[in-house]
C-alpha cells in the first residue's frame, strides 16, 4: 500500500513543513541574482523535484488512459468504455458540478484496485506513489466500532485539509461494503453538488468505491449469457445495471451504504466488473512476466491459469481468485521448473 498509511493529520503539516523548509535554502544557493528572479529560480527548481499541484505534476493523459484500458485491462470491456467516459468527461468540464464519483463492483481478483491504478497513472505523474492520492481500506484503517466518532472527524479533517492543499486529489475507499454506515454519512457531504463547504470546494476531487457487492449478481448475468451460448462481449451496461441495482437494494450486507448514496444520486457511475474467464488468466499471466522482465513464456502461462479453481462446479468457467495469485504462482511454478 502506498499513500494509505500516512498519518492522518501528519501529511498536511508535515508538506506545509517541507515547503516552508526548502524555500529559505534555495534562495540562500541562488543568493547574487536578483531577488524575485532567485526565488522564482528556487520555485522551479523545487517544482521540479518536488511534486506540486499543478499542471507539471497533475496532468490527464486521455490517449493513455484509453490505451491502458483496452490494452491492460483484460476481459472487461463494460468498465474500459464506463470508465474513459466518465473520466474523460470529468476532465475535460471546467467547472464540475460535484466531484467525480465511481462505484466499482465485482468479483475478487478481477480488476478494481487495477483500474484504479490505471486511473492513477494517467492523471499523476507519479501514479499511485502521489501524495495527492489516498487510499482508505475499511478493515485497516477503521476497524474498531467504538472509535467511529474519531475515525468521522478524522476522515473529514483529512479530506478537507488535502482538497484544501490540492484541489484535484484523489480518495480511494476499499471494502466500501465493510465501512461504517456512520463514516460513509460523514463524507457525504463532500460528494455532493456544493459550491463550497466552509470556503472548500470539492468539485475537482475524483472519490473511488471499491466493493464486492453485486459481484454474485454481475456473474449470473455472465453465466446466463455462458449458457445461452451468447459472447462475453454482447454483455452490456444495461444487462448488468438490473443486476447491481438488485443487489445494491436488496443486499443485506452491501446493499446500505448504496441505498442511502443513491437516494442523493452522489454516485455518477456504478461500474461493474466480470469475473474472468481462463483465457483473460493466461492474459494475465503474459502480463505479468512482462511486467517483471522475463522471456514470454506462454506454456507457463497455461499452465499457471489451467491450475487455477474455476466455478461453477462441472462447468469451470470463472475464476474463484480472478487473476489473483498468478503473479506469486508464476514465481513458484518458475522455483520449480
Ligand atoms: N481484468 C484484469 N486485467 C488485467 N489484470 C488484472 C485484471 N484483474 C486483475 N488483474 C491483476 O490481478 C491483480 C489483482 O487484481 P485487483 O487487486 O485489481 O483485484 P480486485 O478486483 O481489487 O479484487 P478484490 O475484490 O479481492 O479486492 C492486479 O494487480 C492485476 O495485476
Ligand atoms: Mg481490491
Known amino acids: 500500500m502506498t499513500t494509505t498509511h500516512k ?84 476532465k475535460k468540464t471546467e467547472n464540475p458540478k460535484k466531484p467525480l464519483v465511481l462505484s466499482l463492483h465485482g468479483w475478487t481478483g478481477t480488476g478494481k484496485n487495477y483500474v484504479s491504478q490505471l486511473i492513477a497513472e494517467n492523471v499523476y505523474k507519479k501514479g499511485m506513489a502521489s501524495s495527492f492520492i489516498h487510499q482508505f481500506v475499511a ?31 484523489m480518495f480511494i475507499f476499499d471494502e466500501m461494503d465493510k465501512m461504517h454506515p456512520g463514516l460513509i454519512d ?13 470556503g472548500v470546494s470539492y468539485r475537482q476531487a475524483i472519490f473511488i468505491f471499491l466493493s464486492n457487492s453485486g459481484g454474485e449478481d454481475i456473474t449470473q448475468v455472465a453465466l446466463d449469457f455462458w449458457r445461452e451460448g451468447k459472447n462475453r462481449e454482447e454483455i452490456k451496461l444495461k444487462d448488468l445495471e438490473t443486476a447491481l441495482s438488485l443487489s445494491v437494494f436488496n443486499n443485506k450486507q452491501g446493499g446500505f451504504w448504496h441505498a442511502s448514496l443513491i437516494d442523493k444520486n452522489l454516485v455518477d457511475f456504478f461500474i461493474p466488473f466480470l469475473p474472468l474467464e481462463y483465457k483473460h488468466l493466461v492474459q494475465c499471466g503474459m502480463a505479468e512476466m512482462a511486467a517483471k522482465g522475463l522471456e514470454p513464456n506462454y506454456a507457463l502461462a497455461d499452465q499457471v491459469a489451467r491450475d487455477m479453481i474455476y466455478f461453477p462446479k462441472n462447468e469451470n468457467i470463472f475464476s474463484v481468485k480472478g487473476c489473483k495469485t498468478i503473479s506469486s504462482k508464476l514465481d513458484l511454478y518458475r522455483d520449480h521448473a
Open 7 to 90: 498519518t492522518f493529520l501528519g501529511y498536511v503539516l508535515i508538506s506545509s513543513l517541507v515547503v516552508n523548509a526548502f524555500e529559505p535554502i534555495t534562495t540562500t544557493v541562488v543568493a547574487g541574482a536578483s531577488g524575485a528572479a532567485a526565488i522564482a529560480a528556487g520555485r522551479k527548481i523545487y517544482n521540479y523535484f518536488f511534486e506540486s499541484c499543478d499542471s507539471k505534476w497533475i496532468a490527464f493523459n486521455s490517449t493513455g488512459l484509453e490505451v491502458d484500458l483496452y490494452q491492460k485491462l483484460f476481459g472487461q470491456h463494460v468498465v474500459s468504455s464506463v470508465v474513459l467516459k466518465a473520466i474523460t468527461g470529468f
Open 139 to 169: 478493515t485497516a484503517h477503521f476497524p474498531h466500532q467504538s472509535q467511529i466518532e474519531n475515525y468521522k472527524s478524522q476522515l473529514q479533517h483529512w479530506i478537507k485539509g488535502n482538497v484544501t492543499n490540492c484541489p484535484q486529489s
Open 186 to 198: 460523514s463524507i457525504k457531504p463532500y460528494l455532493d453538488y456544493y459550491e463550497k463547504l466552509d
